[in-house]
């Protein structure tokens, strides 16, 4: 086929398979986008995490060939489930979709006439989710959008007292556990007494690695992970983990099923594939070793930021969610004159550009995002920018 | 922690560290048991519609390397977009039916970050509820729409139209490959629109070719236009477009991620579906078009001239005349001399090797065959299979 694709395309002449080599056109650089230094963490609007380079080399090899997509979300949900130790499996458009499509499955079962009626015509359905005060947070709306109503409780009277015959599921925001007064394990055991389905959203709950089979073990009947965070597969790419019985409902709500709450939320082959790879590599890498990592590169960065006068740091590790070594960088401004707004624009601004994280107290750094090596130019700049704003 | 036992793993052992090698080539359908086949049926979502070129699958590793802020990736991607289909403002969003969603929401919430926080409820929100579309036009995809909250109400007269339109109408749905069939055509619907000041967006999922199509529709008026990102243009599979008046794409954006709670977090698109959709559009544009369709004809020219030796065997070139509009060949046969349903003709082609998916749904005694996407050479192994089948069917 001799279709010139004239001077727009040049990297046809490329071989599509070679990882290593450097590529003809920059299109951040053409359309004038900014990359930077993730010095911020896991998040979406950062664009996350970088896909691994064998997330990578599964896309370009899934793109060659036609398949059927359910017969890959079939086998690949099989591969999963065994990895993850669990029932069953499907990768989904991330974690919210997750919680959208394993709510849909729990609310229509594998009723296709259902799945056509959410989120509108709830006529004899299910329209009740419970969930505690605490775990209230903007993802919860993953859940509405399957067309239900979210019923608030504080304690366990409050929830035992809450279920009715119109309630379609308890869902559990793992992150909020500690703030909740219903801890994991009781809310499982008081969702099987009622036989109502349990769900965890744990978005960004690795690491540890074995929480993608704790939760799932626990007893929770469906388990939500977003794939492009700690386990950099596609970032628009998430996990539902569960019973096998409602992730076959879940997936009568996904594509390619058309007429349903899910079908915008579309995965294609080469995330499906890009995903498993995704935890194959995850679930091989030497977790010591990355931790060990993080920690002497967060300690480069503190040590510089100290070696500087009025300067302070607080290590941290966030118990549930980016459960990774982190700093907190804060200064007396009497002796470092000027802002954490100001320090994170000159970050910003230089070169190569730095992002981080932080509020009106602090600037904030994980390195577990970066390209390793990275961390001595953050903490170079960081040094550079205090000590500019430093009184001599 | 101790590194997990690999005898998880039936493949290679992975390397660990951002640097390290990677791991020898695997086949990993093959490794998955799954079946890859040649596509003569067309863009089916289910069939995985389309494959990327190089171009494309070059741009999604490149956009791989790097972190950018992905509303800033969006921007630009959506200038260049729209100015390629002559369109005010563009994003890609996660497929055809997602544009759908956004639109609709984007039209509902305006820019009122409440509105979006309220989404799929629309009752007592003081949000319009109702979208209008032609009978004919709804066949499954209007799902899209009332997955925003909103009632479809249809109608076939343009004076039912006018008597549909009330207080709660939020917009007028127009369902492109529909237009032969319904009563009011493009421009009347148009025309309805602005005379009751209504925002009208229109569906043409599959409808390039021909390339024109895809700034005909903002050309013509219609304030939203939704197209699929991954069947002809053969950009990601799981992205498409959403085009039109700056103001609705901007509200748009605000239902969709990176935003959070919202009806469209769950559509998510990333960085490398973006660039990719770009570039793929880009050089589907660039395309030689008329050398496409030349080399389409010669493929049916092929299968045709192919299977048409066998006794009891009619043919029929087809071309849609909107929606998958390619060259598609109909292969019929008599029962009584070509003795096999469709159904099993169909499942042996399947079977066969090499693998090959067809249309085998629309009559009985028949299929179809489209070639746009076979890759050079494909049609003669097409050709020479049907044939054999068809003659070892025969008595």
């Known amino acids: 086929m001799t279709l010139p694709l004239l001077g727009v395309a040049s990297g046809e002449t490329l071989a599509a398979s070679d990882a290593n080599k450097d590529y003809d056109r920059d299109y951040f650089k053409e359309l004038g986008v900014r990359t930077f230094i993730n010095a911020a963490g896991t998040y979406t609007a950062l664009t996350a995490s970088l896909p691994h380079p064998e997330v990578i080399k599964a896309i370009n090899y899934s793109a060659l060939q036609f398949v059927k997509l359910e017969e890959l979300q079939d086998r690949v949900g099989e591969r999963l489930a065994e990895l993850l130790k669990c029932e069953g499996a499907m990768v989904t458009s991330g974690a919210f979709s997750a919680i959208t499509l394993g709510t849909a499955g729990v609310i229509t079962g594998v009723d296709p006439e259902k799945a056509d009626r959410i989120p509108t015509d709830m006529t004899g359905l299910k329209t009740e989710v419970i969930r505690q005060k605490s775990h209230r947070v903007g993802y919860d709306h993953a859940i509405r959008n399957a067309g239900v109503n979210i019923i608030e409780v504080e304690t366990r009277k409050e929830l035992e007292a809450a279920i009715n015959e119109k309630t379609a599921m308890m869902w559990f925001l793992n992150y909020g556990n500690p703030d909740g007064k219903i801890k994991d394990a009781e809310f499982v055991e008081i969702g099987k007494k009622y036989k109502i389905p349990t769900m965890n959203d744990c978005a960004a709950d690795v690491p540890p690695a074995e929480n993608l089979w704790k939760y799932t073990q626990m007893g929770f009947d469906l388990v939500c992970f977003s794939g492009g965070k700690g386990l950099r597969g596609p970032q628009s790419a998430g996990l539902l983990l569960g019973r096998k019985d409602l992730i076959q409902a879940a997936r009568k709500n996904a594509p390619p099923n058309g007429s349903t709450v899910g079908r915008g939320m579309k995965v294609n082959k080469e995330e499906i594939l890009g995903m498993l790879v995704a935890i194959e590599v995850y679930l091989n890498r030497d977790h010591q070793a990355d931790w060990s990592l993080w920690e002497k590169q967060i300690k480069l960065i503190n040590d510089t930021a100290v070696s500087i006068p009025g300067v302070t740091t607080e290590n941290h590790i966030p118990a549930i969610a980016n459960h990774v070594p982190s700093i907190r960088l804060k200064w007396d401004t009497k002796k470092v004159k000027i802002t954490p707004d100001e320090v994170r624009e000159a970050l910003r601004k230089g070169h190569p550009s730095i992002e981080t994280m932080g509020g009106t107290e602090s600037v904030d750094i994980t390195t577990w995002q970066m390209i390793p090596g990275e961390e001595r130019t953050v903490a170079k700049r960081i040094k550079e920018i205090l000590q500019q704003a430093s009184v001599s | ?395």
């Open chain 2, 1 to 395: 922690m101790a590194p997990l036992a690999t005898g998880l793993l039936a493949g290679t052992p992975l390397e660990s560290l951002n640097a390290a090698p990677l791991s020898a080539k695997r086949d990993l359908f093959k490794e998955l048991g799954l079946r890859t086949f040649i596509n003569a049926a067309g863009n089916y979502t289910s069939m995985t519609a389309s494959l990327m070129h190089d171009d494309v699958m070059e741009a999604i590793q490149s956009s791989s390397k790097e972190y950018v802020m992905l509303d800033e990736v969006q921007d630009k991607v959506g200038q260049k977009i729209a100015a390629l289909c002559k369109a005010e403002a563009a994003i890609v969003t996660a497929g055809c039916w997602s544009a759908l969603v956004l639109g609709t929401a984007g039209v509902l919430t305006g820019t009122d970050s409440k509105k979006v926080s309220q989404l799929p409820k629309l009752e007592g929100t003081g949000m319009k509820s109702e979208v209008i579309i032609q009978k004919t036009h709804i066949n499954g995809y209007h799902h899209a729409l009332t997955n925003t909250g909103v009632s479809i109400v249809s109608v076939e007269t343009i004076e039912e139209a006018e008597n549909a339109i009330n207080e709660k109408t939020a917009m007028l749905w127009f369902l492109n490959r529909e237009a032969p069939v319904g009563k009011i055509q493009h421009q009347a619907w148009l025309d309805l629109a602005k005379k009751y000041n209504l925002p009208t967006m229109i569906d043409m999922a599959a409808d390039v070719p021909p390339v024109e199509n895809l700034w005909k529709y903002n050309i013509m008026g219609f304030d939203l236009v939704c197209i699929s990102g991954g069947k002809a243009i053969c950009g990601p599979q799981s992205a498409g477009i959403l085009m039109g008046k700056k103001d609705l794409i901007a509200a748009a954006r605000l239902n969709g991620p990176p935003a959070g709670g919202n009806i469209g977090r769950g559509m998510k698109v990333n960085k490398e579906e973006m660039i990719g959709m770009y570039v793929a559009l880009d050089s589907y544009i660039n395309r030689d078009h008329a050398q496409d369709w030349k080399i389409w004809e010669d493929r049916i020219e092929v299968i045709n001239g192919a299977v048409k030796k066998v006794q009891g065997v009619t043919t029929e070139v087809i071309v849609p005349p909107v929606a998958n509009h390619t060259p598609s060949l109909e292969i019929s046969w008599d029962r009584t001399k070509v003795k096999v349903t469709r159904d099993e003709f169909g499942k042996r082609l399947r079977n066969g090797s090499p693998s090959i998916e067809v249309i085998g749904w629309e009559r009985e005694d028949s299929i179809r065959i489209t070639v746009f996407m076979l890759k050079t050479g494909q049609e003669k192994i097409v050709a020479k299979r049907i044939q054999d089948e068809l003659l070892k069917a025969s008595t």
